[in-house]
C-alpha cells in the first residue's frame, strides 16, 4: 500500500500537469517559432555572393549574405555518392561555435565531384553524378535540384531562410546574467569563448574569466584538456571587424529573444537568439510523410490552419491524436513521394524543430484562385515545407531516391540501419506496471506454459526497484533475482528490467554516488547537478552525450549491476528527458551539458545516446559476443542502431489501436524499422473485443509486447473469457510461426535499410489509391495486413494494390487480384492478411513455448505464385542471439519458383551457418493443375520423388517432407 | 482449461493404467496412453482418430502431421495440438502438450520426451515418485483429517441452522403474544391519558389565571414607585416642571430638558398619578425607560456604581453592544422615546434625586425576581386527584413501553436470524463454522484480516488505522466450484481508483488459516484461505498406496 501513498502523489502530479494541453507549448509561446512563423515569403534579404563560388572535389562552397544584418553566411553543397545532396550553412564567422550534430551520420559519406555546367551573373549551375543538376541563384538567393529537365526540390524558394547570427547582448541587463553564470561560463571558458557581450567587448571577458579562475575546481580544467571531439571554438581572432559590423547593424531586441518564460519556468538565454529556418518545396508532389513522432496520420497534413508539427522529446500523458504535438521522440526527416519518384529531406538538428507544411492542392479549397494565380495556373502540385530550430546549424541532406527503396537506403547510408535485433526481441513480450514480486512473475510464466501460449520475454516495470533506484532490487519482493531469472531462463526466456536516465540524489545509492564524484550529471545553468522530480523524487540525469559517462554508465551493467544475468535486458523509460516539474515536463533548455552545450541543442538527441549507451553496457557485459537488447521510449534519427523503439504512453481505445498503425509507418519510414505499441493500450481497461483485436494487429506489427498501466485491471490473456484467450492464442502463434519471415526481415532491413512494416507505395510506388492508405500495410515485400481495429466489425474494405497482382489469403488462399477494394468479411478470430503472389515465405509451423526452442525446427515454405506462375523469396538463418552472423555463421538464401522448378540457392556465399533444421513442407499456391510426379535434386542427395497433395478447390499442393538441408543448394521439379 | 490431468480427481484413472498395464508387453508407440493404444493397434493403416483421414501406419510418428486432429504424431511434436503421454514408470503418468516434444527440455521425469538432439535427459521418476507419493500420502492425511473435521463443520452448521430455526418459530409464536401484549397495554395506556391531561390542564390554567393577576398588581406597583420618584413634590400630579428636572429627558441633547421636551414626554402640561400608572407609564413609554434602567442596573451588579448611566445615544450603543435581537429592539424603542440623560453634569440635587430612581429600580427588580421565580417553578403541586390520575397513567405508560420493547427485541432477533439463515454457508453448512471468526496473517508491512461473512481488513503491522479491504458480498468461484472464492467488495475507496475489494481463495486445509494476501492489481486484493470446509472428498490411503515402486512398473 506504501507505494500506493507514493503513486498517489505522483498520480496527482501527473494529472495536475498533464492532463492538460496547454502545458506544451503552442507555436506562439516558444518565442523563436513566433519569430520564425512570421517571416514574410518572398522578401528574403539573403543574396548568394556567386563570385566566391568554389568548387573542391565533392564540395562546393559560396558566401551567401544578409542584406539587412550584414551577415555572412557560408554555404557548402556536398555531392555524395549514394545521390544525396547535402547542404550546410553556417556563419562565415560566428561569435562562437555553433552546435553541429555528432554521433548521426555514422561515417563521412564519400562524396563526388561537382562539374561547373555554366555560371553566370545571376546563376551557377553544377552537376552531378544521374543527370542531378543543382541550380543557385544570386537574387533572390535559392537553390533548385534538377533531374533531367525536372525541377524536384527548390531550397529558400519562399524566401523563408532566416540564420540568426550570435551576437552581444545590447544595454546593462548582461551583468545580471553573467553573475548567475560566470562560474560554468568561465570554468568552460574555451568552450564557450565568447558568451555575454559587455560594451567594452570580449577582451573584458577574458580579463573577467582570468580574474575569477581560481575559483573553478582542478577537475573542470582536467576535463577541459580532455575534451577534443566537437568542441566549439575558441574565440575567432581577427573576427573583429565582422563582429562589429554585426553590432551595428543589430535589430532592437525582440521580447523572447535573451529570457523567455513559459508558465513559472524560465528559460535563460545566455547566447541569445540563434534560430535556423529555411523552406522547402517538393515539386510535383501531393504527399509527404515521416517526421515521427507525431499521433496523426501517415500522409501528412497540411499545417495552414494548425500549429506547425513540432519535434522536440516530451513526455506527453495521455496524448491525443490527430494533432501535431511533439511526442517523445524526433526524427527531422521527411520524405516525399510521387508515382515517378520518392525523394527524402532529413535535417541535421537536434534543438527543437518545427516543420511547416502547404500545398497548392491541399490548401486550394483555402487559397482558391488567388494561389492558382500566384503559382501560373497551379497545374503542377507542390508541397511547401519550412523547417526551423532554436540553434545549431542549417544542415540538409537532399535523397534523391529516386524508388522508395533507394531512398530508404540512402537514408541508411547516413544514419545507418535497424541493428538484427536478438530473435526473442521480435517474439511476444509481457509486460506490466508492475509484476509484484518473484511469485508474481513465477506465476505468470506459468500460465504461458498452463494456457500454451509462447513467450519470450517478461517484464519488470519500475516497482522492482529499491525505492526506484535503477539496478537496484526491492529486497523483499525480489529477494532473489538471479534465481528467477535462471529459472525464467531454463524454459529460453528472458527478463527486462527498467532503467530511467533519472537517479535518486541518494549518497548511498551507488549510481548516483558515483556519477556526482566523476561530474557525470547535467548541470544546471548556473553550474550545480540538476535536480528535477522524478519516480524516485529529487533526481539528476546522467549526461549521456558525454562520452566518458557514457563509457561508464555502460560498465554499470558489467559488473556493479546487482542480481542482473546475462538474460536481463534492459528498458529506457522517461529518457526524452521526462522531468515532472520541469517546463513542460522535461528538462530546462538552459540545462548545461557535455562541453558547455546547452540542452537547448542537444535535446533530441539526448535519449539516443542514453540507448545507445545501455547497449553498449549489453555488449561489454557479454564480453563483445551477445547482441543486446534494449527498448527506449525517446528516439532520434540513428536510434535504429541501439534498439528497439514504442509509441509510449497509449490508450485503450479503439482510435488508439488505429492510430498504432500510421505511427509505426511514420516511424518506419524514418528509418526506425524496429517499433511497437502497447497491446492493449497503456492507460485504462480495454474491453476483451480490442484487447483481442490489438494482439491480432499487433502480432503483425514489428515490435510486440503487451504493458498496462498499474492502474488498470490485469488483463492476461488467459484472464479473459475463453473464446478471446484462444484466439490471443492464436494470434501469438501465429507470430512465431512467421517468426523465420520476421526474422528475414529484419536482415535484410539492416542491409538496404528498408522498413520492416512499410506502407504500400513502397512496394508498388506507382499506384496512387495507396498514397493515403494508413489502415494497412506490408511486412516486407509479401504479406499484406489489414487489422481489424473497429468495434464489432462485420467486414473491413481491404484494398489489394497493384496491377496484374494476385493476392492470397493465408488461411484460405483465397484469391484476390490487385487494384481492387473488397469488403472482407471478418469473424473475431479473422485476421485480414494476404501473401503477395509472387513472394516465397519461410515458417517454423511447430508451436514451441519460446522462440529459442525451435530452433532446430523444420521450415515450410509458402509458395505464393504469380500471373506468370513464379515467386521468389529470402531466408536468413543464425544463432539468433549473437554477434557470430559477423563471422560469416549465418545463411542467406534464395528460394526462386520458375517454370515448375523451386530452385534454393545461397545469396551471400560467404555465409555458412550448420542447421539442423530442414524444410519439411513445401506448399505452391496458384497451381491450376495437379503436378503428376514431383522431385528433388539436392546438392548433397540423391534424387527422390516426393510425396504431394493437391487441392483443386484452393489450387495448391502440399509437398510433403522433402527433407531438404537449408545449407544445400536444391530444386524441386513439378512435372 | 487445463490441457492435460493433473489434478488428484484423476487418480483413480491412473492406477486402473497401471493395473493394466503391468500385463502388457510394453512395446507401445511412443507418447500413446493406454487409454488410446486400440487407435493405434493396425499395423497397415492408421485412421486419424476424429475420422478425417486414413494414411499408411508407416506415417504415423514419422515427424510429419498428417491428421486435422493431431493423432498421428503422438510422439513428435509435428502437430499444433497434439498431446504427448509420458508413461513416467515409478511417477505418476501425464500429458504433454506436443510442443513440448523435443524442445531441449526435459518435462517427463522418464526422459521419453527428449529423444532426438543433444539434451540428455535423466530418468528421475524414482525419486520423484517416491517424494510425490509420500507428498501424497502427506496430503492424503491432511486432507482426511479435513474431511473428518469437515463432517463435524456440518453437523454443527446444521445443529445451529436446526437451532435458529427452532429459535425462529419460537419467536414468532411469542411475537404473535407480545404483539397483542403490546396493543393491549396501548389502549390501557390511552385509556389511562385522557382523564390525566384532562385534570392537569384544569390545574395548569387555574394558575395561570392567578399568575396573570400578580403580574398586573406588580406593574402597577412599579408604575406607582415610578410616579412616585418622578413626582417631586409629592401631590399626586407630574408635572412638565417635574419631568424637565430629569436630565435624562433631555432628548436634544441640549445640556437641558426644555418645556417643550417635558410636553412631548407627558403629552400635556400635567398627569395625575391614576392617568400615569393607567395610560403613560405604558403608552408613554415609562415602562420602557425603567426597564432600561432594569438593565443598567443588573450589568453594574457587584460592582461599586457610582452614578446611573442611563444608555448612551443609540448611535453609540449601536457600536459598543454585541448586537442581538432583542439589544437591537430595545434600542429602537429608546430612540423613538428621544430620551436622553447625561448624569456627570448635574448638581447634588438632581444626585440625589438619581440615587433615589436607582434604589426604586433596585427594589422593582428584586421583586420582579421573585415573581418571575413564582411564575416559572412554583406552580402549587397537582392536587390528590390528578395526582391519582397521573400515577395511573405513569404506569400503563410503564408497562406499554415494556410491552413495546420486547415486541421490537424479538422483531429484531427474527430478523437477524431470518438473515443468518439466508446467508449461504454452504450445501451443507459447512462454512457456517467460520461465521463470527476472524483470521489474521501479516506480512511484512500490513496485518491483514479475514472476518468470513462480514469483512476483510488491513493495518500497518507498526500501527495505525485499520482499512476496510471490503464487506462481506458473495461466493464467487465458477460455476462448478462456487464456494473456491469468496467476494468481498466496497471496501475503502482507492484515491483514484476503485474501492478497495478481496477475493479469497478457498482451498481445502486443516486448519481455517489465511496463508497469504497480495494485491496483485491496484486495490482488488486476493486472500488464499484454507479451511476443511472444503476438503470435500476422502481419500482412501489404501488406493493411495502402493508407495513400492515395482508395483507401477510396467
Same mark, same amino acid.
Given at each position: ?172 541587463v548582461t551583468g545580471l546574467v553573467m553573475g548567475l553564470a560566470d562560474t560554468v561560463a568561465c570554468g568552460l571558458v574555451s568552450v564557450f569563448g565568447f558568451l555575454y557581450n559587455s560594451d567594452e567587448g570580449r577582451g573584458s571577458w577574458s580579463n573577467y574569466c582570468e580574474a575569477i579562475r581560481p575559483k573553478i575546481p582542478p577537475k573542470a580544467e582536467k576535463e577541459e584538456k580532455d575534451e577534443n571531439e566537437n568542441k566549439p571554438d575558441e574565440e575567432n581572432e581577427g573576427d573583429e571587424n565582422a563582429a562589429e559590423e554585426k553590432q551595428e547593424k543589430e535589430d532592437e531586441e525582440e521580447p523572447g529573444m535573451w529570457e523567455e518564460t513559459f508558465k513559472t519556468h524560465k528559460d535563460h538565454k545566455p547566447n541569445g537568439p540563434s534560430a ?630 545461397k545469396i551471400d556465399n560467404n555465409g555458412n551457418y550448420a542447421t539442423e533444421s530442414t524444410v519439411e513442407r513445401i506448399i505452391v499456391i496458384g497451381l491450376f493443375d495437379s503436378p503428376n510426379t514431383i522431385h528433388a535434386i539436392g546438392q548433397n542427395s540423391p534424387m527422390k520423388n516426393l510425396e504431394f497433395t493437391y487441392n483443386s478447390q484452393t489450387k495448391s499442393v502440399v509437398i510433403r517432407k522433402p527433407e531438404l538441408r537449408l545449407q544445400d543448394d536444391w530444386v524441386i521439379v513439378l512435372k | 482449461m487445463k490441457t492435460y490431468p493433473t489434478s488428484v480427481s484423476v487418480l483413480p484413472l491412473c492406477f486402473l493404467i497401471i493395473f493394466q498395464c503391468s500385463c502388457c508387453d510394453g512395446t507401445r508407440l511412443r507418447g500413446v496412453s ?20 486414413? #494414411? /499408411?501406419? !508407416?506415417? %504415423? $510418428?514419422?515427424?510429419? &502431421?498428417?491428421?486435422? +486432429?493431431?493423432? =498421428? @504424431?503422438?510422439?513428435? *511434436? ?17 500429458? #504433454? /502438450?506436443? !510442443?513440448? %516434444? $523435443?524442445?531441449?527440455? &526435459?518435462?517427463?521425469? +522418464?526422459?521419453? =520426451? @527428449?529423444?532426438?538432439? *543433444? ?436
Open positions: 500500500m506504501w507505494h500506493h501513498l507514493i503513486f498517489s502523489v505522483i498520480a496527482l502530479f501527473v494529472i495536475v500537469h498533464a492532463v492538460d494541453r496547454n502545458n506544451f507549448k503552442k507555436c506562439d509561446q516558444s518565442a523563436f517559432c513566433k519569430r520564425t512563423r512570421a517571416i514574410v515569403p518572398g522578401q528574403t534579404p539573403y543574396v548568394a555572393q556567386l563570385d566566391t563560388f568554389q568548387v573542391y572535389g565533392g564540395v562546393a562552397k559560396l558566401n551567401v549574405l544578409n542584406t539587412q544584418s550584414g551577415v555572412i553566411l557560408a554555404l557548402e553543397l556536398h555531392g555524395l555518392e549514394t545521390n544525396i545532396v547535402r547542404l550546410k550553412v553556417n556563419e562565415l564567422h560566428p561569435l562562437k561555435q555553433r552546435y553541429e550534430v555528432p554521433d548521426v551520420i555514422i561515417k563521412d559519406p564519400r562524396k563526388q565531384s561537382w562539374t561547373i555546367k555554366n555560371r553566370d551573373q545571376q546563376t551557377v549551375k553544377v552537376a552531378m553524378a544521374n543527370d542531378i543538376d543543382v541550380v543557385i541563384t544570386k537574387q533572390p538567393f535559392r537553390i533548385d535540384v534538377i533531374q533531367l529537365d525536372d525541377l524536384i526540390i527548390s531550397v529558400n524558394a519562399r524566401g523563408l531562410m532566416s540564420f540568426e547570427e550570435l551576437r552581444k547582448r545590447k544595454g546593462g535556423v529556418g529555411l523552406d522547402f518545396s517538393f515539386v510535383n508532389f501531393d504527399h509527404v510523410y515521416g517526421i515521427p513522432e507525431h499521433a496523426d496520420s501517415f500522409a501528412l497534413k497540411t499545417t495552414t490552419n494548425t500549429d506547425p508539427y513540432r519535434l522536440y522529446n516530451l513526455d506527453v500523458f495521455e496524448y491525443e491524436l490527430n494533432n501535431p504535438m511533439a511526442l517523445y521522440g524526433a526524427i527531422p526527416y521527411m520524405l516525399a513521394h510521387n508515382t515517378e519518384r520518392t525523394i527524402g529531406l532529413f535535417w541535421l538538428n537536434a534543438a527543437e524543430t518545427w516543420v511547416d507544411i502547404s500545398s497548392n492542392t491541399a490548401d486550394r479549397t483555402l487559397f482558391g484562385k488567388m494561389f492558382d494565380l500566384v503559382k501560373g495556373g497551379g497545374d503542377i502540385p507542390q508541397v511547401d515545407t519550412h523547417w526551423f530550430s532554436e540553434s545549431g546549424i542549417i544542415d540538409v541532406f537532399i535523397l534523391l531516391g529516386p524508388s522508395p527503396n533507394q531512398v530508404f537506403s540512402q537514408y541508411a547510408s547516413l544514419t545507418g540501419t535497424t541493428s538484427i535485433p536478438p530473435l526473442f526481441a521480435i517474439s511476444y513480450h509481457q509486460c506490466r506496471w508492475n509484476y509484484n514480486d518473484e511469485d508474481d512473475v513465477k506465476s505468470v510464466d506459468a500460465n504461458f506454459d498452463e494456457y500454451d501460449i509462447p513467450v519470450d520475454v517478461i517484464w519488470l516495470d519500475i516497482e522492482h526497484t529499491d525505492g526506484k533506484r535503477y539496478m537496484t532490487w526491492d529486497k523483499l519482493k525480489f529477494p532473489n533475482p538471479v534465481e528467477m531469472q535462471d529459472q525464467i531462463a531454463s524454459k529460453g526466456r528472458k527478463m527486462v528490467t527498467i532503467v530511467d536516465p533519472h537517479f535518486k540524489r541518494d549518497d548511498n545509492y551507488f549510481v548516483y554516488k558515483k556519477g556526482k564524484e566523476l561530474g557525470h550529471f547535467i548541470k544546471n545553468h548556473d553550474g550545480g547537478d540538476y535536480d528535477g522530480w522524478c519516480w524516485p523524487g529529487s533526481s539528476s540525469w546522467i549526461d549521456y552525450t558525454n562520452p566518458a559517462a557514457r563509457e561508464w554508465y555502460a560498465s554499470l551493467f558489467v559488473d556493479q549491476y546487482e542480481g542482473s544475468t546475462k538474460n536481463l535486458f534492459t528498458w529506457n523509460d522517461m529518457n526524452e528527458p521526462s522531468v515532472f516539474n520541469g517546463p513542460e515536463v522535461t528538462i530546462h533548455k538552459d540545462a548545461v551539458h557535455h562541453n558547455g552545450w546547452e540542452n537547448r541543442d542537444v535535446h533530441n538527441i539526448y535519449g539516443m545516446y542514453m540507448q545507445m549507451a545501455t547497449a553498449e553496457g549489453h555488449v561489454k557485459r557479454s564480453g563483445g559476443t551477445e547482441r543486446p537488447f534494449v527498448l527506449s521510449r525517446a528516439f532520434f534519427a540513428g536510434s535504429q542502431r541501439y534498439g528497439a523503439i514504442w509509441t509510449g504512453d497509449n490508450i485503450a481505445d479503439w482510435d488508439h489501436l488505429k492510430a498504432s498503425i500510421p505511427m509505426l509507418l511514420s516511424i518506419g519510414v524514418a528509418g526506425l524499422a524496429f517499433a511497437g505499441a502497447d497491446v492493449g493500450g497503456f492507460f485504462k481497461n480495454p474491453e476483451p473485443e480490442l484487447l483481442t483485436r490489438w494482439y491480432q494487429a499487433a502480432a503483425y506489427q514489428p515490435f510486440f509486447r503487451a504493458h498496462a498501466h498499474l492502474d488498470t485491471k490485469r488483463r492476461e490473456p488467459w484472464l479473459l473469457p475463453t473464446q478471446n484467450m484462444a484466439i490471443i492464442r492464436s494470434a501469438i502463434r501465429q507470430r512465431y510461426a512467421l517468426l523465420p519471415f520476421w526474422y528475414t526481415q529484419f536482415y535484410i532491413s539492416s542491409l538496404n535499410g528498408a522498413p520492416v512494416m512499410r506502407p504500400l507505395w513502397a512496394l508498388f510506388p506507382t499506384d496512387e489509391n495507396t498514397f493515403k492508405t494508413e489502415d494497412e500495410f506490408m511486412i516486407g515485400n509479401a504479406l499484406l495486413v489489414h487489422p481489424v481495429t473497429s468495434k464489432g466489425a462485420a467486414a473491413v474494405n481491404v484494398y489489394f494494390p497493384g496491377q496484374d497482382t494476385i493476392w492470397y489469403d493465408v488461411e484460405t488462399y483465397k484469391t484476390y487480384i490487385g487494384l481492387n477494394f473488397v469488403s472482407i468479411p471478418v469473424t473475431a478470430e479473422k485476421i485480414p492478411v494476404y501473401q503477395f503472389g509472387g513472394s516465397i515465405i519461410p515458417k517454423k509451423e511447430r508451436v514451441r513455448r519460446c522462440s529459442s526452442l525451435g530452433k532446430d525446427d523444420p521450415y515450410t515454405l509458402v509458395v505464393a505464385l504469380d500471373k506468370d506462375y513464379s515467386a521468389k523469396g529470402e531466408l536468413y538463418i543464425d544463432d539468433g542471439h549473437s554477434y557470430e552472423y559477423k563471422q560469416n555463421k549465418f545463411l542467406y538464401r534464395s528460394f526462386v519458383y520458375k517454370d515448375n522448378k523451386l530452385m534454393s540457392r | 493406454i487409454s488410446k493404444e486400440s487407435f493405434y493397434s493396425d499395423s497397415s493403416w492408421f485412421t486419424c482418430i476424429d475420422g478425417s483421414g486414413k #494414411i /499408411p501406419f !508407416s506415417k %504415423v $510418428n514419422d515427424d510429419y &502431421c498428417d491428421c486435422k +486432429d493431431s493423432s =498421428d @504424431e503422438p510422439g513428435t *511434436s509435428a502437430c499444433p495440438n497434439g498431446k504427448f503421454h509420458c508413461t513416467n514408470a515409478g511417477h505418476r503418468p501425464k500429458y #504433454i /502438450p506436443s !510442443s513440448w %516434444v $523435443n524442445d531441449g527440455i &526435459c518435462d517427463c521425469c +522418464d526422459a521419453t =520426451d @527428449e529423444n532426438k538432439g *543433444s539434451t540428455q535427459c535423466v530418468n528421475t521418476c524414482k525419486e520423484l515418485g517416491k517424494a510425490d507419493r509420500e507428498n501424497r500420502h502427506r496430503e492424503a492425511l491432511l486432507q482426511n483429517e479435513g474431511f473428518d473435521i469437515r463432517l463435524s463443520y456440518i453437523v454443527t452448521g446444521q445443529t445451529k441452522r436446526k437451532e435458529r430455526e427452532e429459535q425462529l418459530q419460537h419467536l414468532k409464536v411469542e411475537l404473535q403474544s407480545a404483539e397483542q401484549l403490546k396493543e393491549d397495554k396501548e389502549a390501557i395506556k390511552i385509556r389511562a391519558e385522557e382523564p390525566e391531561k384532562k385534570s392537569k390542564e384544569e390545574h395548569e390554567n387555574k394558575w395561570k389565571e392567578e399568575v396573570k393577576i400578580r403580574k398586573k398588581e406588580l406593574e402597577r406597583e412599579t408604575a406607582t414607585t415610578a410616579f412616585d420618584q418622578l413626582d417631586a413634590n409629592n401631590d399626586s400630579i407630574l408635572t412638565s416642571e417635574e419631568i424637565m428636572k430629569v436630565q435624562g429627558f433631555d432628548t436634544d441633547h441640549d445640556g437641558a430638558v426644555s418645556q417643550e421636551e417635558a410636553m412631548n414626554i407627558l403629552g400635556q402640561d400635567q398627569v395625575d398619578k391614576e392617568s400615569f400608572i393607567t395610560r403613560l407609564w405604558t403608552d408613554g413609554g415609562f415602562k420602557i425607560i425603567f426597564s432600561e434602567l432594569n438593565k443598567q442596573n443588573e450589568k453594574h451588579d457587584g460592582e461599586d456604581i457610582e452614578a446611573t448611566d442611563l444608555p448612551p445615544p443609540p448611535d453609540v450603543a449601536s457600536t459598543q453592544h454585541p448586537v442581538n435581537d432583542e439589544d437591537v429592539d430595545d434600542y429602537e424603542d429608546y430612540d423613538e422615546d428621544e430620551d436622553e440623560h447625561d448624569h456627570e453634569a448635574h448638581e447634588d440635587e438632581d444626585l440625589r434625586k438619581s440615587q433615589e430612581i436607582k434604589d426604586a429600580v433596585r427594589r422593582n427588580k428584586e421583586r420582579r425576581k421573585k415573581m418571575e421565580q413564582d411564575e416559572e417553578g412554583e406552580m402549587p403541586d397537582w392536587n390528590e386527584d390528578t395526582k391519582k390520575l397521573i400515577e395511573v397513567a405513569d404506569n400503563a405508560r410503564l408497562e406499554y413501553d415494556e410491552a413495546n420493547k420486547k415486541y421490537n427485541d424479538i422483531n429484531n432477533q427474527i430478523s437477524t436470524l431470518e438473515k443468518l439463515q439466508t446467508k449461504d454457508f454452504g450445501p451443507d453448512q459447512e462454512f457456517a463454522i467460520l461465521q463470527d471468526q476472524c483470521f489474521e496473517y501479516t506480512d511484512r508491512e500490513y496485518t491483514y484480516k479475514l472476518c468470513p461473512f462480514d469483512k476483510s481488513t488491513q493495518r500497518p503491522k507498526n500501527g495505525g488505522t485499520e482499512t476496510s479491504l471490503g464487506t462481506w458480498g458473495e461466493w464467487d468461484g465458477p460455476p462448478d466450484d462456487k464456494y473456491s472464492l469468496m467476494k468481498y467488495t466496497r471496501g475503502k475507496g482507492c484515491w483514484n481508483g476503485p474501492d478497495r475489494s478481496t477475493n479469497v481463495k478457498m482451498t481445502c486445509g486443516k486448519e481455517n488459516a489465511v496463508l497469504s494476501a497480495t494485491e496483485p492489481e491496484r486495490c482488488v486484493y486476493q486472500f488464499e484461505f484454507t479451511t476443511p470446509a472444503l476438503c470435500k472428498t476422502q481419500i482412501s490411503i489404501n488406493e493411495n498406496e502402493p508407495l513400492h515402486p515395482e508395483h507401477t512398473e510396467l
